[in-house]
């Protein structure tokens, strides 16, 4: 499998980054996207920074690049999210 080919496979490690307000709901509407298609994340970490900026990032497999598109814009749209972006891995 060629380099770039591995880049648009189902199998390939996609990363979630989502930066939002320091609000409860954030990390709860950031997993229901993905309750929503039944993809269960391979990793999840989020931490609160000290100048109260939730970083939240997530790792998946089997989806493909305009699914975790459509996510990210989609996230973007709440009004808690400050940024949300997804890149390989």
Known sequence: MSV??????PRALLRLQVEAEADPGALSRVL?????INVLPRRVIAELD????LHI???VLG?????LSRIAATLG??????AAFWHYV
Not at 4 to 9: N, R, V
Not at 32 to 36: A, D, K, R, V
Not at 63 to 67: G, L, P, Q
Not at 77 to 82: G, P
């Open 4 to 9: 770039d080919s591995a880049f648009h496979s």
């Open 32 to 36: 229901e996207q993905f309750q929503n």
């Open 50 to 53: 000290m100048d109260g900026v």
């Open 57 to 59: 990032q997530l790792d």
């Open 63 to 67: 989806i493909n690049e305009e699914r």
């Open 77 to 82: 749209q709440v009004t808690t999210v400050l």
